[in-house]
């Protein structure tokens, strides 16, 4: 979950408030990152953690910038300009920023590894975005503050699939357009109530629209469908925090609050109407208790300390549920820390992931040989689902950070994520799904007239047709529902490791090496009673492992820097003969300039080698014929930004 100032501002929306790239960085003061499992304090959305970007309170003068850059290969052509203001004054201060961002799409022509799809269809889609970020504090007394903190966005996007390789859209095609507005507003209050103890009190108003329109092509007849999302939240929570008692070892502190939360989205799909409303009342506390301290000189326990946490959520459509949080840390010596954290998490659905319709696809039997009569058809849905319900999760961390000294630290940590009825698609891909006795639940054969029209007439876009003939219900031999739903189980497990190593080189120069990895393991069970199948490393899900590392040399004036990327291999099981996905290397150069005292030049080339994804099979000419949950299509991209202070 992505904090704002300290601020949710995430919500069931349709698109994400917080966009990291419209920030600026001489906007951000600096990025607190709590990469366990955090929701017994912030909410269910950060089980996997929190990320909160800190602004910088006394922001004074004017920037602007502006970049350009594109993919070698065609497409991506991206323009980004951004103003950032501010002023400060006594107990008080303000900061603005403006950012536009425009890049063109990746067509299917523009890659040889997608040379079986429709040329004109889009890998990457086209993007026009206008963001706008207030952000102001003022001190209303010596003991009452008052902060705000306003996001606006608005934009468009769109995107093509031909559902036939040889023909143009308007024979068998569909045409995305999606225009898209957010607004989110958190005011804050913040007291010194007394005894070193703070209150806060928090409010957010959001909204989140979308206009979506679909055009399905057949024969160069357009049948066009509608979408309109309006999603609004509004919350309110107070808290406070300070100190209990003193303990040999420091503070004991507590961290408490409650509040109230409102999430309803107005629906306008396939000519239905939907309006429904969830609410939720929450209540959290932290202990964090402190065994042993610095000040205490004890031998062996420099520092040590148990954390603990409970969360009360009951929400209007699914009752209440408590989830638990505990921590431990302990640092032998002021070298050393050794931590461990255990929670359990409980997730509703959002109202989009289950109303904001799915899409059906009729698609030829291909890649079964024999076994269906010559022009045999099927019938796949996929998209959300109304009948999802909530899930739940159970998570543990082992952590350990050794800095032996101010140049070199080592983090690495052991994580385990088990998850119960998680929302998610059963499959990545159509392809292989009739004959994998996994999946015998989700395909009907032989579906009757009346099935195959309630599917469509059901779903929230048109039929799409990828057989390049006619739609004969009697030669469909399958539907199959691929839509989101409760997986009975999953499991993440894992280790991290992150190094960094500073080594100063004189005349204020450094040189910086810093290395990040991952290796996971993932298995799932669809159904109870069902096998137990991999996930990770296997297609359209996370290889088992991640890296990257590089060397940034320079000093305040000049920096150049290179990093070295890599995304495992993974194996497609989706025919009777795995293939292997083979890894990809990639290579990304950085260098940055000052010039003069207000102006800054800096190049970046990604990916400068142009590696490329290996193809991968499809079910028909408008499946994507790559990996691209893991592996981009953008290739080797140069880029230029320039920026000056006023």
């Not at 040889?166 to 507003?185: K, M, S």
């Not at 009825?421 to 994998?436: K, M």
């Not at 096998?531 to 000049?558: C, K, M, Q, Y």
């Amino acid at each position: 979950m992505t904090l704002l100032n300290g601020n949710r501002f995430a919500y069931s929306g349709t698109q994400s408030v917080i966009d990291i790239s419209a920030i600026p960085t001489a906007a951000v003061e600096r990025i607190e990152i709590v990469a366990d499992g955090a929701s017994a304090i912030y909410g269910a959305d950060a089980v996997a953690g929190v990320v909160n970007i800190l602004l910088r309170k006394d922001y004074e003068g004017v920037t602007t910038s502006a970049r350009l850059g594109g993919s070698t290969d065609g497409g991506n052509f991206q323009q980004q300009y951004n103003l950032l203001g501010g002023a400060k004054w006594s107990g008080g201060g303000f900061m603005a920023t403006y950012d536009y961002f425009d890049n063109s799409a990746i067509l299917a022509r523009d890659r040889s590894y997608t040379a079986t799809s429709n040329p004109a269809s889009t890998l990457y889609p086209s993007l026009k975005r206008h963001s706008l970020l207030l952000s102001g504090h003022q001190e209303l007394t010596p003991s009452l503050r008052l902060k705000a903190d306003v996001i606006y966005k608005r934009g468009d996007m769109q995107s093509v699939r031909g559902l036939l390789a040889d023909r143009p859209i308007t024979t068998r095609g569909l045409v995305v357009d999606n225009e898209f507005e957010t607004f989110g507003v958190a005011p804050t209050l913040e007291a010194e109530i007394g005894g070193a103890w703070t209150a806060r009190l928090t409010g957010f108003y959001g909204t989140d629209k979308t206009y979506g329109v679909t055009q399905n092509f057949t024969n160069d007849v357009e049948a066009r469908s509608i979408r309109i999302f309006d999603n609004r939240s509004v919350s309110v929570e107070a808290g406070i925090e300070g100190p209990l008692f003193t303990l040999p070892g420091g503070d004991v502190r507590l961290a408490a609050g409650g509040g109230w939360r409102s999430n309803r989205i107005v629906a306008l799909v396939a000519g239905r109407n939907f309006a429904p409303t969830r609410e939720n009342r929450f209540a959290y506390g932290e202990l964090f208790v402190p065994l042993a301290g610095p000040a205490q000189d004890l031998a062996f326990a420099h520092r040590a300390s148990i954390t603990a946490a409970l969360r009360w959520e009951d929400y209007s459509d699914s009752g209440s549920i408590v989830t638990p949080k505990l921590g431990f840390v302990y640092a032998p010596a002021p070298e050393l820390s050794l931590g461990v954290s255990w929670g359990r998490s409980f997730k509703m659905p959002t109202l989009n992931q289950q109303y904001s319709g799915y899409t059906p696809v009729l698609l030829p039997v291909t890649g079964y040989g024999t076994l269906f009569p010559p022009g045999s058809t099927y019938l796949y849905i996929g998209g959300p689902n109304p009948d999802v319900g909530p899930e739940r999760s159970e998570n543990m961390t082992l952590s350990a950070t050794f800095q032996p000294s101010p140049r070199l630290q080592i983090v690495t940590s052991l994580f385990r994520i088990d998850y119960r009825d998680r929302v998610a698609p059963p499959f990545g891909s159509p392809l292989g799904i009739l004959t994998n006795p996994l999946f015998t639940s989700l395909v009907t054969f032989n579906p009757s007239a009346a099935q195959l029209d309630a599917a469509i007439v059901g779903a929230s876009d048109p039929l799409g047709n990828a057989t390049g003939g006619p739609y004969n219900p009697a030669n469909v031999i399958a539907l199959i529902d691929g839509r989101d739903r409760n997986i009975a189980s999953q499991r993440y497990e894992g280790a991290d490791l992150s190094l960094r190593y500073r080594a100063p080189v004189g005349g204020g120069r450094a040189l910086t090496v810093t290395v990040n990895a991952t290796w996971l393991d993932s298995r799932q069970q669809l159904l109870p009673g069902l096998p137990v199948t991999d996930l990770a490393g296997t297609i359209f899900n996370s290889p088992h492992f991640r890296a990257r590392g590089g060397a940034t040399f320079g000093d305040e004036r000049f920096t150049i820097a290179s990093f070295v990327n890599f995304t495992g291999g993974v194996t497609d099981r989706r025919r009777a003969v795995p293939a292997k996905v083979s890894p990809v290397a990639t290579v990304d150069l950085a260098a940055r300039i000052k010039i003069g005292d207000l102006a800054e030049l800096s190049v970046n080339a990604l990916n400068i080698f142009n590696a490329k994804p290996d193809r991968t099979a499809v079910a028909s000419p408008s499946d994507t014929p790559f990996d691209s949950t893991n592996y981009s299509a953008i290739g080797r991209f140069f880029g230029l930004t320039i920026s000056r202070d006023w």
